[in-house]
């Protein structure tokens, strides 16, 4: 049976090899989206939009990501001149607007 000595040196040795395989994947994924001319918060909105049907109200899209209003339609409008999502004002409530993923 190993001793507690040999889990912790175990458990620090896999905690490092994940550590470095996450930084890979982020360093690859940043590469892959700036070739594309894509942020990490453009592609973020993009993924919240898929999961979620390819719409969501903007006020909903900016409380998933966690970002303010002011980035939010930021990222959106550049998004939006890319030809990549497109924004719509809600029927209900003309103020709000809802952000759709283009086809």
Known sequence: MPQIAEIDQ??????SSLTRAEATVRRRLA?????????????????????????????????RLGTSKANATEVVTTLESRGLVGR????????????????
Do not use: C, K, P, Y
């Open 10 to 15: 175990l458990s620090q040795t896999a905690l």
């Open 31 to 63: 590469a892959d989206l700036e070739r594309e001319g894509l942020s990490s918060s453009g592609f973020a909105v993009l993924m919240v939009l898929s999961g979620n049907g390819g719409e969501l109200e903007l006020r909903q899209l900016r409380e």
């Open 88 to 103: 719509f004002r809600l029927a209900h409530d003309r103020r709000a607007a809802s952000v759709r993923m283009s086809t």
